[in-house]
């Protein structure tokens, strides 16, 4: 696991210590991705830079950029490679020796007998570039599910590359205009999703994608469009009777056994997160299963009962023996939150990444891997929204006329329930009656942060040209291709949500502690085997991830596996109403922040007040607008070696000035 990053001259050459100097600058903005080793190299033409994290091979001969013994392939490489020993052994049978034992050499051996063909055979996480001189030849990929990034930008004559966005502010010249149609995804989703990213001149290369920079016959440089190399089956809607159910969650075993354990491979010490879900604990339960000593195992909790899992985590922990690490999380969030923001380099609000930092960080104390549960809501349909989109489909089947009943009766829930979630309850209402709206539509009150319906009063003058265009677009290609609703959601969310919040979420958080962080659950193979069951296989009975839980059932307590999902989330909607009231407040009422035109000022102030009052939890909204506005602050009003600089702990969250403070007052 590490940071690259590079370039590639379309143009007339710099000075080669000059071009040493850009991507050592490059590397040195991404070096807690990798504090073991660092290397740049160049020839004039292109560049890579590396800082390598040492999981597999520890020695000098695992040094990155790595080339060939003949000096004809460059490459950095990001991630790990599970089944190289596997890659390793055909190509020596091919007669290619090695100098290393490394994961790195296999891809680069691998290219010069397969081609681009060698990322079919990869089995892990990646994200690489391989220069081939002769040819003239850059590519640049991404793995599968998208758990490694990489960021490009053509600056110049040079395209440019890294493993974060700040690897390529780092590149001189970068515009750091915003793109407005990213900040439109963003205030829709919390995140920006690929191929968008917070600066208009900048793009992330999708998961499973390649992208390829090469000179043609005519010396002229081409710039690849971006190519899908993988896909996952779409959703199967074969009959469930077809299917036999016990069959299946003997597979599930077999291929969940064998992606633990090829992610047990390691040179250093390994351990596990556990949240007390039903996902990190089936992953330590097979990790104690197939090792001969006790498993490390981390656990956040939280003084607010309502986020806190570590009685189940305990459960857990006690039966299989692991040596467990256990952290009750009382953060200061404005101390926190500018580290986070400079690590996340854009804006960036799932708050989970705020418990996610500190489980590794103290998972960082003992160990340099971490296994996690990623990816088993997504592989079998687990998110407690996939029952509410079950029930708008069977309620689909109700005939019209008796609609006005579904909203008597949700009426008449309790008034402080009703006024505590009256946004959610409306919209939720709105996707019930109105069947002719498309499923992205319906489905968004579950996922979206500001709905479509509120924008018109949310905002600003340099939003306002993308209330004509919804963000929630975007999903409807995977409800399109989906037989169901249910699997239409669950489709959506596998290709937006998990690579570009869930995968952004852990890779950040991890990488900002120097700690490599693996999914068994994402293993390309067992997507693939559960993509290719349909949705009421995986849901026998509308269980959520039911087939996932009857297999695990010999392995975990009953109780463990068959209560509410609860997540892994923290008490933002708590701290909006006392640590971070006042900075709240005074940054996102600033005029700072209502002169960037994005979100209108009275629109911000009738949520926080309402927020704080309790007539409505608006907690969501703040958060994404409050990173945003800190965003903004620290890497685009700044310089960019400012920007560059590392905040400490405790640094200031955002200078509001005397005046401003008695602007907001007054109004």
Not at 516 to 531: Q, V
Request: aromatic share 10%; net charge negative; hydrophobic share 40%.
């Amino acid at each position: 696991m590490c940071g690259i990053s590079g370039f590639l001259l379309l143009g007339p050459g710099a000075d080669q210590a000059v071009l040493r100097a850009r991507l050592n600058k490059q590397i040195d903005a991404i070096r807690h991705r990798g504090p073991d080793d660092r290397g740049v190299w160049t020839d004039g033409v292109a560049g890579l830079g590396h800082a390598r994290l040492s999981i597999i091979d520890l020695s000098p001969a695992g040094h990155q950029p790595m080339t060939t013994t003949d000096s004809k392939f460059w490459i950095v490489f990001n991630g790990e490679i599970y089944n190289f020993q596997e890659i390793r052994a055909e190509l020596q049978a091919k007669g290619v020796s090695f100098k290393s034992n490394s994961d790195t050499e296999c891809i680069l051996e691998g290219y010069r007998v397969w081609g681009d063909a060698v990322l079919d055979r990869l089995r892990g996480m990646f994200a690489l570039a391989l220069w081939d001189p002769g040819r003239q030849r850059l590519l640049l990929a991404r793995d599968r599910l998208g758990k490694k990034p990489l960021y490009w930008a053509k600056i110049g004559n040079a395209v440019v590359f890294g493993s974060e966005l700040k690897a390529v502010v780092a590149w001189p010249g970068l515009d750091r205009s915003p793109d407005y149609s990213a900040i439109h995804q963003y205030l829709t989703y919390q995140y920006i999703p690929a191929p968008l990213t917070i600066f208009s001149g900048v793009k992330k290369l999708p998961a499973a994608c390649k992208m390829v920079v090469e000179r043609g016959p005519d010396g002229q440089w081409n710039v690849g469009a971006m190519e899908r190399y993988w896909r996952l089956p779409t959703p199967n809607a074969r009959p469930a009777s077809q299917f036999d159910a016990k069959a299946e969650q003997e597979r599930f075993l077999e291929l969940f056994r064998e992606s633990v354990r090829l992610r047990m491979i390691s040179d250093v010490p390994l351990g596990a997160f556990l949240s007390g879900g039903v996902d990190s604990s089936a992953v330590v339960a097979m990790m104690a299963m197939l090792s001969d000593k006790p498993v490390k195992t981390f656990s956040i909790g939280s003084p607010h009962k309502e986020y806190d899992e570590t009685k189940y985590a305990r459960m857990v922990a006690e039966r299989y023996g692991t040596d467990h690490e256990e952290l009750i999380l009382e953060p200061n969030a404005a101390e926190i939150l500018p580290r986070l923001i400079w690590h996340y380099n854009e804006p960036y609000a799932d708050a989970s990444m705020i418990p996610t930092y500190y489980v590794s960080k103290m998972a960082r104390e003992h160990v340099t891997v971490a296994l996690n549960g990623d990816g088993g809501d997504e592989a079998l349909i687990g998110y407690p929204r996939y029952d509410t989109v079950r029930g708008l489909s069977e309620f689909d089947m109700v005939p019209p006329a008796l609609a006005p009943f579904a909203i008597k009766a949700v009426n008449a829930l309790p008034g402080s329930l009703r006024e505590a979630h009256a946004d959610k309850l409306n919209r939720f209402l709105n996707a019930m009656v109105d069947r002719q709206q498309p499923n992205s539509r319906r489905y968004a009150f579950t996922i979206v942060s500001i709905a479509d319906s509120q924008k018109e009063e949310a905002y600003g003058p340099a939003m306002r040209p993308y209330l004509e265009s919804s963000a929630l677009n975007l999903l409807d290609q995977y409800f399109d291709a989906a037989p169901d609703f249910v699997s239409g959601a669950n489709w959506a969310d596998t290709h937006v949500y998990l690579p570009d919040d869930l995968m952004v979420k852990v890779d950040v958080a991890s990488m900002s502690v120097s700690l490599e962080s693996r999914s068994p659950l994402l293993d390309h193979k067992l997507m693939e085997w559960a993509f290719s069951l349909p949705q009421s296989v995986k849901t026998p009975g509308n269980i959520s991830k039911g087939l996932f839980k009857r297999a695990m059932e010999p392995y975990l307590p009953h109780d463990l596996l068959y209560r509410p999902k609860m997540g892994f989330g923290c008490p933002i909607d708590h701290w909006l109403r006392a640590d971070l009231k006042e900075i709240a407040y005074d940054v996102l009422l600033s005029d700072t922040a209502a002169n960037r035109g994005i979100v209108e000022r009275s629109y911000v102030k009738r949520m926080l007040d309402e927020h704080v009052s309790m007539v409505n939890a608006h907690h969501t909204r703040l958060f994404a607008l409050l990173n945003m506005e800190l965003w903004f602050r620290m890497w685009s009003d700044q310089s960019v070696d400012a920007a560059l600089e590392r905040p400490e702990l405790g640094a200031k969250i955002g200078a509001v000035s005397t005046e401003e403070r008695a602007t907001v007052a007054a109004e």
